[in-house]
Structures are given as C-alpha cells and as structure tokens.
C-alpha cells in the first residue's frame, strides 16, 4: 500500500502562483512514476503532469507545458508541482497519483487506469 497526501493549494489571482506538494509513505519503493491530475467541477479528472521516481522522464500535458513544473525529491519521498501564471481555467481539486507498473512510454501515464492509489486531493482556485 501507498499513502498519498497533497497539500499547498489555496486561493490565488491569475498570474499567480502556487506549489503543489505530495507526501507519499507506506511501500514508497514499489512507486515508479508519479503523477498529478485535476478536476474541475462537471468534468472528468485530466492529466497535468507525471514524472518517473528516478525523476530521468517528465511529461506534461500542452494547456499547463511551459507554465506547471513536477519534480520530486527521493529522500523525503514528496512530488511537487511547480504552478506559474496561473490562469481561471486552471482551478480544479488537484490529484496526486502513484503507478507500480513500469512503462516505456510516458504516454501511458497520462492515463488515470495506470495509477494504482490516489491521494485525497487539494483544491486550487484561480480567480480572474
């Protein structure tokens, strides 16, 4: 089992920002890649960001490319996801995810069926 806990959302004005964090403990060495998805309300959950545990590949969705930066630090066990210029259509209950499989392509984990465990999720709220 892994245990997910996100925490550092808030209420920000556009052009803000914010970072994102991600506690994982439990059977943290069987994670290998990370990844962060958000829901708005009325919408299904979408990928922003992933990351693999050795931190050699990232991969990001085009709306938040060049503005969300995800990382992690091994040693604490914790994901972050960096959010600059933040924008209204950036508000949603951010995810933290965790996936044991391996993959190749990082495509694959874009995909919600690749993670196995999920944190309880932290609301960012952009206002314009």
């Known amino acids: 089992q892994v245990q997910l806990v996100e925490s550092g959302g808030g209420l920000v004005q556009a052009g803000g920002s914010l970072r994102l964090f991600c506690a994982a403990s439990?059977?943290?060495?069987?994670?290998?890649?990370m990844g962060w998805f958000r829901q708005a309300p009325g919408k299904a959950r979408e990928f922003v960001a992933a990351?693999?545990?050795?931190?050699?590949?990232?991969y990001a969705a085009n709306s938040v490319k060049g503005r969300f930066t995800i990382s992690r630090d091994g040693a604490k066990n914790t994901v972050y996801l960096q959010m600059n210029n933040l924008k209204p259509e950036d508000t949603a209950v951010y995810y933290c995810?965790?996936?044991?499989?391996?993959?190749?392509?990082?495509?694959?984990?874009?995909?919600?069926?690749?993670?196995?465990?999920w944190g309880q999720g932290t609301q960012v709220t952009v206002s314009s």
């Open positions: 439990g059977r943290t060495f069987s994670s290998i890649a």
């Open positions: 990351i693999r545990w050795s931190g050699m590949n990232t």
């Open positions: 995810a965790a996936a044991t499989t391996y993959f190749r392509d990082m495509n694959t984990y874009t995909l919600k069926e690749t993670y196995g465990y």
